[in-house]
């Protein structure tokens, strides 16, 4: 219990690269999570260099500002590289990306399975994590996805990296709403 209670959603990471030793052992982990019909279509890209991440974090950027209707993306990235802020991908040392193949039945089921365990794995291993839901936008875009070197559309995207801040406590939750127990 004391693991899953631990785990929190990092947006802070340390200027540490991350031994491909270590990423090896996340993704070991993941081999073992459930799929539907036990199909295990994903497709996974590890990003891990800072000037792609700099591209895919500007692409997103740009999609995020089209979808909400805001008319100056490029004034927004020249504003975040001026304070030196990645509001996308927090500065992570690296982006595990995931997409799903045609044989999934439940992809995007699935694809937040295999991705907590990846999260549970590296927590483990002392790295911390956070889901990027604003990585979803870039499956449209046929460039970046050639970057990222995947086809199809983005279900998953996580940072990954040693956490530049260290939680002592458990963050308070609210019950859950349960029916048929007492």
């Given at each position: 219990m004391q693991l899953l209670m631990a785990k929190?959603?990092?947006r802070q990471y340390k200027i540490k690269?991350?031994?491909q030793e270590v990423l090896k052992k996340v993704f070991e982990a993941m081999r073992y999570a459930s799929s539907a019909d036990n199909r295990r279509a994903w497709n996974f890209s590890v990003v891990s260099d800072p000037a792609i991440i700099k591209t895919i974090s500007q692409e997103a950027i740009?999609?995020?500002y089209r979808y909400i209707g805001f008319p100056s993306a490029d004034a927004a990235i020249k504003y975040f590289d001026s304070i030196d802020k990645d509001p996308?991908?927090?500065k992570a040392p690296a982006l595990i990306f995931l997409t799903t193949g045609a044989t999934g039945s439940m992809p995007l089921i699935d694809s937040g399975i295999v991705l907590t365990y990846g999260q549970l794995a590296a927590h483990t291993l002392g790295l911390a994590t956070c889901w990027i839901g604003m990585a979803h936008g870039l499956g449209m875009d046929k460039e970046i996805m050639k970057v990222i070197g995947?086809?199809?559309q983005i279900h998953g995207a996580l940072t990954i990296g040693y956490p530049a801040v260290k939680y002592l406590r458990t963050p308070p939750r609210a019950p859950l709403n349960v029916v048929g127990l007492e």
């Amino acid at each position: 219990m004391q693991l899953l209670m631990a785990k929190r959603s990092v947006r802070q990471y340390k200027i540490k690269k991350i031994p491909q030793e270590v990423l090896k052992k996340v993704f070991e982990a993941m081999r073992y999570a459930s799929s539907a019909d036990n199909r295990r279509a994903w497709n996974f890209s590890v990003v891990s260099d800072p000037a792609i991440i700099k591209t895919i974090s500007q692409e997103a950027i740009k999609i995020v500002y089209r979808y909400i209707g805001f008319p100056s993306a490029d004034a927004a990235i020249k504003y975040f590289d001026s304070i030196d802020k990645d509001p996308i991908f927090h500065k992570a040392p690296a982006l595990i990306f995931l997409t799903t193949g045609a044989t999934g039945s439940m992809p995007l089921i699935d694809s937040g399975i295999v991705l907590t365990y990846g999260q549970l794995a590296a927590h483990t291993l002392g790295l911390a994590t956070c889901w990027i839901g604003m990585a979803h936008g870039l499956g449209m875009d046929k460039e970046i996805m050639k970057v990222i070197g995947l086809e199809g559309q983005i279900h998953g995207a996580l940072t990954i990296g040693y956490p530049a801040v260290k939680y002592l406590r458990t963050p308070p939750r609210a019950p859950l709403n349960v029916v048929g127990l007492e």
